[in-house]
């Protein structure tokens, strides 16, 4: 649907779009038609990388099938090629060889409200259009209504009743990889040794490298260890006394293991933070223990710091283990395409391996406990499993399901132990794999069975699975079988593993 702005303010893409829920309801159900309405106003995103109007081109105009254009007294704003962006998209839908139902909509209005300029254009393009084809003349919603129902109808009447086969627009649908080969090897992830992980590396053995040019030595018997005391704010409120701070054997072999496996030799008061010491400055109150650092700035950005080593070298383990668990998988990447000479819809994909080769997404390992939260959101797990959209291929159109956020009871002196925050992060994490991978999973006849459901593929165009399809080692090939809406016949294929 493509026009300037008075006409949407004034309804008329209500209009349309009830004139085509009617068509597709009566004269489309039963002949197998069916129209989709898109708008830039409805179906566009936030995009970069180009001009607006070349944008929307790709996101929309390129991707329809025919457009329904009106005019009413304003033209619209110039694009770098033509006097509005409805005109450069008419335009473009007629280069493409592709319909167009020109309308041009005179109800009365204010003539106070008309800018002669923008009216004297539409004037000029629709006497231009002359010599491009056929227009209509309407002055209401509801005759637009009525008349662009009326010519769909006739539109469609000629390719619905054609009696020759030969000539009949049909779909093909093709399953393949990005080359259009049914032949391809199993591919894999090289994780482990990802830049990420290097990158990560290099950052630890700096910080050790740094932290070990520092020496910070404990006095002993120090008289001043203890002056520092909170103020109060409440009367109940008690202070236990200083005790001394270290870094416990658990972290230091941790370190100490780092730094030997990187040839790092770490100097004797490595681990020294002086006389560091914390105090527990609400003990004994109703909200439970607040622990505080007392000792000199240098002390404690040393403790901070030797943690942080401590918490990154455990990250870096437990990346290893889910990246490692990750590189063992071996998987394809395919894409359904429609090669024919119309859209096609309700397209059923089901696959067939043998029994136990499939790995599923709740067969992948979750995240270890210091690195799962970098695995609840969306885009990152879309990353590594999804498929990325290019200039050819579309991704995979499904509705994302928004995982609700459900707050925990908040009482106080009470946290959530380190065990509960994990499960809450794990069940999100299967919850976004869940999200983003639609399929269905069966086990049938000594086979695992894989089924993908689509709803529309217009003719002309390719759409990614959802996500990379993983198997385990060994698999030979994948049968495959689909259905279409337009295809009373089974399309059956095989994909080969190299």
Known sequence: MSCPDDIVQKGYLNTIEASVQLFNATVGDSNGVSIQTKHWSKNSFPESGGKPQDLLNHQIVDNCDATIA????????????????TEEEIERMIESGKQVFMYFVEEPVDPASVDPEQLKRVQDFKKKYQEQ??????????????????HLFYYFLKKI?????????????????????????LQRFHLSNSDFVKNQLEKIKLSIIQENKKVIKKIENNEHAADWMPKSQFAWQS???????????????VIKRFAEVNGIELNSEFF???????????AGSFFGSTYRLQGTEEEKTKYDNLIEIYNQ??????????????????????LISNTGTTYDEDIEITLRTPEGTVVKADDLLVPGEDIIKQFTDEGVISNIFGLKETSKIAKYDFTSYQIPYTPGL???????????????????????????????????????????????????SAMWFPTKLFFK????????????????????????IL
């Open 133 to 150: 084809g056929i227009f209509s003349v309407v002055k209401s919603k509801e005759q637009l209504e009525g008349e662009l129902r009326t």
């Open 313 to 334: 070298i455990k990250q870096q383990d437990a990346f290893k283990v889910y990246f490692a668990s990750l590189d063992e998988l071996r998987y394809v990447n395919l």
């Open 239 to 253: 202070h236990s006394k200083p005790t001394a701070v270290s870094i416990d054997q658990d972290e230091q072999t």
């Open 410 to 460: 908040s009482i106080p002196g009470y946290s959530e132990t380190s065990a509960e925050k994990y499960e809450k992060a794990s069940t999100k994490y299967y919850d976004l794999l869940d999200n983003l991978f639609e399929y269905d999973y069966f086990q049938e006849d000594g086979m695992d069975i894989v089924k993908l459901h689509l709803d529309y593929l217009k003719q002309h």
């Open 161 to 185: 009743l054609d009696p020759d086969d030969q000539n009949r627009e049909t779909s093909n649908i093709v399953l393949s990889n990005e080359n259009n080969e049914q032949t391809m090897p």
């Open 70 to 85: 009106l005019f009413g007294s304003r033209f619209g704003t110039p694009t770098d090629r033509f006097g509005s962006g």
């Open 272 to 282: 020294s933070v002086g006389n560091l010491s914390e105090i527990d400055y609400r």
């Open 473 to 496: 080692a060994g698999i030979k090939q994948i049968d495959y079988e689909i259905t279409t809406k337009q295809n009373p016949e089974i399309l059956k294929g095989q994909i080969s």
